[in-house]
């Protein structure tokens, strides 16, 4: 059973950066897609963007193309979220979460970060 914990979260202005990470523990990521949600007041849980452990291969909804980054530390077996442009829509509790390839759902989830993005 993987762990995860998230870190990173704050307050910032608009047009700021801001790193979230995601630190697992319990079994290493082989094989595993690694994604980060998000839930912002009064709205349903959404997809940002996922990795690929095996390949690094990265995916992101539309609302953040462009914007966010999202990497892997192998050696740390830590993933991080770099935002920047960020507006205030971006507000919202940041999720990590993780599943094997071979899942059809994310089994694991983080305990969220707080992420504000003040005008």
């Known amino acids: 059973q993987v762990q995860l914990v998230e870190s990173g979260g704050g307050l910032v202005q608009a047009g700021g950066s801001l790193i979230l990470s995601c630190s697992a523990s319990?079994?290493?990521?082989?094989?595993?897609?690694m994604g980060w949600f998000r839930r912002a007041p009064g709205k349903e849980r959404e997809f940002v963007a996922r990795?690929?452990?095996?390949?690094?291969?990265?995916g992101y909804a539309d609302s953040v193309k462009g914007r966010f980054t999202i990497s892997r530390d192998n050696a740390k077996n830590t993933v991080y979220l770099q935002m920047s442009s960020l507006k205030p829509g971006d507000t919202a509790v940041y999720y990590c979460?993780?599943?094997?390839?071979?899942?059809?759902?994310?089994?694991?989830w983080g305990q969220g970060t707080q992420v504000t993005v003040s005008s």
């Open positions: 319990g079994r290493t990521l082989s094989n595993y897609f």
């Open positions: 990795i690929y452990w095996n390949t690094g291969s990265t």
């Open positions: 979460a993780a599943r094997r390839d071979t899942a059809t759902a994310y089994e694991a």
